[in-house]
């Protein structure tokens, strides 16, 4: 099926550092999508972005997350500064519509985070 | 809001035996789709199966199925045919409308199924 890539696969870093997560969508797909899901707990969606902007965050996209997709290129989380409690798998998905008849999500292989 | 419960959190069979995986849900909308996922032990997401609620016919694809009772807002994943590399976390989903054509996926705790030789 549709292949969704995420670089890099593994991140460790200090809290209060800065960390992006990087998402390579489906070519043709349109809407994006960020979930963390921390061991052994659910996922968890944080953001959905669309036509270059954030339709809905939950209260778990907290200030210091931001969302990005510059020219086409790679989906981005930016993380700035890191706290502990950031330390997870972060899934990138995408989708080629919002509507209802294409509404399959599909997933990146996650980037697991972990601040020390 | 929107909720999704997977009670079994853990389930054993053995080798080319059906299993059945439960799950239900809460919505108030009249028109919703519910998805099958699963998460293999290298953490990647696979998707499996969707129902969409406005269908009667319960939707198969490959040795998936579903059994959906809309009266009971449930829906179970039916494998058939067990094979050891179905062994993995599975996760029931169900799509909640944002704004405009925006959606999320409201995510059920998943059942970790070993399947066994």
């Known amino acids: 099926g549709p292949k969704v890539l995420q670089i890099p696969s593994h991140q460790i870093i200090d809290m209060g550092q800065m960390v992006t997560l990087n998402c390579d969508p489906v070519?043709?797909?349109?809407?994006f999508y960020w979930y963390k899901q921390i061991l052994g707990q659910q996922m968890e969606f944080l953001v959905n972005f669309y036509n270059g902007k954030v339709m809905e965050k939950s209260k778990l996209f907290k200030d210091q997350f931001s969302v990005e997709r510059p020219d086409g290129s790679y989906f981005t989380l930016k993380i700035q500064p890191t706290a502990l409690e950031d330390s997870a798998v972060y899934f990138c998905?995408?989708?080629?519509?919002?509507?209802?008849?294409?509404?399959?999500?599909?997933f990146g292989p996650g980037t697991r985070l972990t601040v020390l | 809001a929107q909720k999704v419960t997977q009670t079994q959190t853990s389930i054993s069979v053995m080798e080319k035996t059906t299993v059945t995986m439960d799950c239900v849900y809460e919505t108030r909308d009249s028109s919703y789709f519910l998805f099958w996922y699963k998460q293999t032990a290298s953490g990647e997401i696979v998707f499996l199966i969707r129902?969409?609620?406005?269908k009667k016919e319960n939707a198969t694809e490959g040795h998936y199925s579903l059994n959906f009772q809309k009266p009971k807002s449930s829906i179970g994943l039916i494998i058939t045919a067990t094979q050891i590399e179905d062994s993995a976390v599975y996760f029931c989903?169900?799509?909640?409308?944002?704004?405009?054509?925006?959606?999320?996926?409201?995510w059920g705790l998943g059942t970790s199924l070993v399947v066994n030789p």
């Open positions: 998905a995408s989708s080629p519509s919002g509507t209802r008849h294409y509404a399959e999500q599909f």
């Open positions: 989903a169900m799509r909640e409308e944002i704004v405009g054509d925006n959606s999320k996926l409201i």
């Open positions: 129902q969409d609620s406005y």
């Open positions: 070519s043709n797909h349109l809407y």
